[in-house]
């Protein structure tokens, strides 16, 4: 029988509760990682169980059976966090949950919130290693036109997308630096997941739209900076993906039928795509010569 793609893997995955992070955090173990640090704000997975409630108060039973329709996700595992499915599915030693906040240099004893320092160094205590860093953990600022903007809502979606993928990178890249290549060659890896915000312009997002493009050119300049070193660095640019974050868009506007069209398959993207994407950049064995590249998975959303 064929090794687990991922046999042997250590990774941390930020933002891993909820959305596209749950979804790769569960596609990485179940790929067949060693470990999988999850680490996040909250521990918590937050569903869409309000989503029909609140679009049929805002908006109609109609608009609200559509957007449940829309929102039906190949993820049925219910409430249960992350870390604590991964452990019902493969073992308790495949997963840890860390109170984790991306853009911290420092961890705040005092209120028990770690920097991603802390989630290497549990990583490296468990394993010996970290082979991956998964930054997702994202904070987007939308439907603010630039003419109302403050500065502090810029400096919100910066000090998150853009700052703390720069922090988290750079704790990771320290210790890939001191650790031996694996058995493909590659002291460590790193994926960025940026959003088709960073190559296209949507209104009302532009604090969004320059910190996802930020992340662009961050991934295209680690990856040359340290691949003589046998580090790699990728970026996955999601299309419209059911999560919570989009749950927000969809109560607000009360239709999914605009971000369904976004694609031209006319349907939104799940979790479980950026998954198996993510999977992919993460194995050595499969995508060894890639580095510095931004890998769409849009549905087509960025093709028009
Ligand atoms: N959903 C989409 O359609 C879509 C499209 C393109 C890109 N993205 C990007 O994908 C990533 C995940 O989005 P999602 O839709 O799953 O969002 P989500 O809101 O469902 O989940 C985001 C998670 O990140 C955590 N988080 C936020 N700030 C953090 C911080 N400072 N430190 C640690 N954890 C933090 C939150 O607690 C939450 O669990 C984001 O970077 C987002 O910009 C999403």
């Known amino acids: 029988m064929a090794a687990p793609r991922l046999e042997g893997l250590t990774a941390i995955v930020t933002g891993s509760s909820s959305g596209i992070g749950r979804g790769i955090a569960?596609?990485?173990?179940?790929a067949g990682a060693r470990l999988v640090v999850c680490a996040d704000l909250n521990e918590g997975h937050v569903t869409k169980s309000t989503?029909?409630?609140?679009v049929k108060a805002s908006h109609g039973a109609e608009m609200a059976s559509r957007a449940l329709v829309a929102a039906k996700d190949s993820d049925d595992s219910g409430d249960t966090p992350t870390h604590e499915l991964i452990h019902a599915r493969y073992g308790k030693e495949r997963a840890i949950f860390l109170r984790c906040d991306i853009s911290l240099e420092k961890s705040d004893a005092v209120n028990g919130i770690f920097s991603i320092e802390y989630a290497v160094q549990e990583a490296?205590?468990?394993?010996?290693?970290?082979d991956l860093l998964v930054n997702n953990a994202g904070a987007g600022i939308m439907d603010i036109p630039l003419h109302e903007m403050t500065a502090a809502q810029w400096n919100q979606c910066f000090a998150v997308d853009s700052t703390g993928t720069f922090i988290a990178t750079k704790f990771a890249v320290t210790q890939f630096l001191k650790q031996d290549e694996d058995e493909h060659g590659f002291r460590g890896n790193v994926i960025n997941v940026s959003s088709v915000a960073g190559s296209a312009?949507?209104?009302?997002?532009?604090?969004y739209c320059a910190a996802k493009s930020a992340m662009l050119g961050f991934t295209r300049s680690i990856a040359i900076e340290y691949a003589e070193r046998r580090i790699r660095c990728n970026a996955i640019k999601p299309g419209y993906i059911m999560t919570p974050f989009l749950h927000k868009i969809i109560e607000a506007t009360g239709d999914v039928t605009w971000l369904e069209k976004a694609s031209p398959f006319n349907h939104l993207g799940q979790p479980q795509d950026i998954g198996n994407a993510a999977v992919w950049l993460a194995s050595g064995r499969e995508s060894g010569y890639v580095t510095g590249i931004d890998l769409s998975v849009d549905g087509g959303f960025l093709a028009r």
């Not at 569960?26 to 179940?30: G, H, I, T, V």
């Not at 989503?51 to 609140?54: F, K, R």
């Not at 490296?124 to 290693?129: A, N, Q």
Request: with cysteine; net charge positive.
């Open 124 to 130: 490296v205590s468990r394993t010996g290693r970290l």
């Open 51 to 54: 989503l029909g409630a609140s």
């Open 26 to 30: 569960l596609a990485l173990a179940a």
């Open 201 to 207: 312009g949507l209104p009302g997002c532009s604090a």
